[in-house]
């Protein structure tokens, strides 16, 4: 029997009217427009377009939007300074600097210049330290998309067995942490894990997020498991994930597509962190 196939866009579109509508609660109660500011390095065309889908969004959404637009050669001081501007900016609630940056700008140095209570992306050491705490502040967008993805879809995670593929600040810490808070079993896998497929195997929840064109194949999922593709890679003309998706499809039990799986989650989730963001300060102010 073949996999559910998880409809990310469905669930992005349910979590996005539900924050246009609390973002215009917002918006009456304080007189107050959340605002997003992105900023954007040179000329990545798969940067620009991720920019442009945020842009939309926000609009959509009733969300204030500014998009900054920097040369390639921009200088380390030049894009602190800027980052500095926004963090004074009454009127910007959320900040998000676009990666990746080129090579000559230390990204961590401008992540962790944004305010912590400005950081959408939720990457700064003060967020991803609550997140350790289990404080769910502001949430890297992707994990908590995920996160909301399983629950929209009545798939439980208390006391399953979770694995992860790919150990990134972005994506495969942050994804434990949550996954752990809600009483899971978690491990985390990486290019040293030895037996990889024997560990894959034991998993109820697999989630591969490693930037590897069809990475996992039907050897490496367990009947009935729950297969969330986090992975975007252009190969050819084609878009795919870092799972097999014919392969998946005969074995595991439910499945997220590429594209139009955890993709429309991401944005989702920016926009709902903007808001809580606009909250907080509100709240601090």
Same mark, same amino acid.
Not at 185 to 203: D, G, M
Not at 233 to 248: K, S
């Given at each position: ?21 609390d973002i215009e609660v917002f918006r009456t109660d304080f007189g107050v427009t959340p605002g997003l500011a992105v900023v954007i390095v040179g000329e ?20 204030? =939007?500014?998009?900054?637009? *920097? &040369? /390639?050669?921009?200088? %380390?001081? +030049?894009? #602190? ?109 990486? =290019?040293?894990?030895?037996? *990889? &497929? /024997?560990?894959?195997? %034991?998993? +109820?929840? #697999? ?79």
């Amino acid at each position: 029997m073949a996999a559910i196939v998880l409809d990310g866009k469905r669930i992005a579109d349910q979590i996005h009217e539900k924050t246009r509508a609390d973002i215009e609660v917002f918006r009456t109660d304080f007189g107050v427009t959340p605002g997003l500011a992105v900023v954007i390095v040179g000329e990545n065309p798969a940067s620009r377009v991720y920019v442009t889908r945020k842009h939309k969004a926000c609009k959509s959404a009733g969300i204030l =939007s500014k998009v900054v637009e *920097l &040369p /390639e050669t921009v200088t %380390e001081d +030049d894009l #602190l300074r800027q980052v500095d501007q926004l963090n004074d900016d009454r009127h910007i609630h959320g900040i998000l600097v676009q990666l990746p940056l080129p090579k000559h700008i230390n990204s961590n140095l401008i992540l962790e210049r944004i305010c912590p209570v400005k950081d959408v992306d939720g990457f700064h050491p003060t967020n991803m330290g609550n997140l350790v705490l289990g404080k769910e502040i502001l949430v890297p967008c992707t994990p908590y998309g995920i996160i909301q993805m399983l629950e929209m879809s009545g798939i439980g995670t208390d006391g399953k067995r979770a694995v992860i593929i790919g150990r990134s600040n972005i994506v495969g810490k942050p994804m434990a942490l949550l996954l752990l808070a809600r009483n899971a079993t978690v491990t985390i896998c990486h =290019s040293r894990t030895r037996n *990889l &497929p /024997e560990v894959t195997r %034991e998993a +109820d929840i #697999l989630i591969a997020a490693i930037g590897q064109p069809k990475f996992v194949r039907r050897d490496m999922i367990r009947p009935g498991a729950v297969v969330i593709d986090v992975g975007i890679n252009r190969v050819g003309t084609e878009l795919v994930g870092d799972v097999d998706f014919d392969e998946a499809m005969a074995i595991a039990g439910y499945i997220s597509p590429v594209p139009g799986g955890v993709g429309p989650l991401t944005i989702a989730m920016l926009l709902h962190n903007t808001l809580r963001a606009a909250r907080l300060q509100k709240a601090g102010s």
